[in-house]
């Protein structure tokens, strides 16, 4: 995959789980999603998920080519 897809992605996982994990445990309102549990569990995973795409993107090949 793309280094810059990779960081894309990765970045956009991280955020994406962190407004979800916010939305389940009810500190970000105006949603259904609001105060359901399912989000704050599945938020954290995603985040998790984005974390593991930027590590793997850092451990790519250096140098020239």
């Known amino acids: 995959m793309n280094r810059t897809v990779s960081l894309v992605l990765g970045v956009v996982c991280v955020l994406v789980g962190l407004l ?4 389940g445990l009810g500190y970000v309102g105006g949603s259904p999603m609001t ?22 993107r850092g451990r790519g090949r250096r140098g020239g080519g």
Do not use: K, M, N, R
Not at 20 to 23: D, N, P, V
Not at 42 to 47: K, S
């Open 20 to 23: 979800w994990t916010g939305q």
């Open 35 to 56: 105060g359901v549990t399912l989000w704050a569990v599945v938020g954290p995973v995603v985040v998790l998920a984005g974390v593991a795409l930027l590590t793997v």
